[in-house]
Nanobody, 125 residues
Framework: EVQLVESGGGLVQAGGSLRLSCAAS????????IGWFRQAPGKEREFVAV????????DVADSLKGRFTISKEIAKNTVYLQMNSLKPEDTAVYYC??????????????????WGQGTQVTVSS
């Protein structure tokens, strides 16, 4: 069973940066993907970014490209979400999740079977 633990959230001023970490354990298939999603108050959870555990495939939501990047450090079983130039509208609970989605469906939440507990990111204006 895959287990995920997020960390790195907090309070930051607009324009600042945060790096979220997702520590994974129990990943046994190379075709797993680790995704980041977020849910703002009163809104539906949305796709943020995803990276294949093996290989170089990665992607960031179009609306976040240029500010957010996703990376991995296999030796530490960790995926990172670097968030720069943060805006108040980035305030949300950020979740990482693991799944084996077909790459063309990588943003579909239903394809991710295990989720972390979430980490709060608050951006003040």
């Amino acid at each position: 069973e895959v287990q995920l633990v997020e960390s790195g959230g907090g309070l930051v001023q607009a324009g600042g940066s945060l790096r979220l970490s997702c520590a994974a354990s129990g990943i046994t298939h190379a075709d797993y993907a680790i995704g980041w999603f977020r849910q703002a108050p009163g809104k539906e959870r949305e796709f943020v970014a995803v990276i294949r555990w093996s290989g170089g495939n990665k992607d960031v939501a179009d609306s976040l490209k240029g500010r957010f990047t996703i990376s991995k450090e296999i030796a530490k079983n960790t995926v990172y979400l670097q968030m720069n130039s943060l805006k108040p509208e980035d305030t949300a609970v950020y979740y990482c999740a693991v799944g084996r989605p077909i790459w063309g469906s990588r943003s579909q939440q239903s394809l991710y079977g295990s989720w972390g507990q979430g980490t709060q990111v608050t951006v003040s204006s």
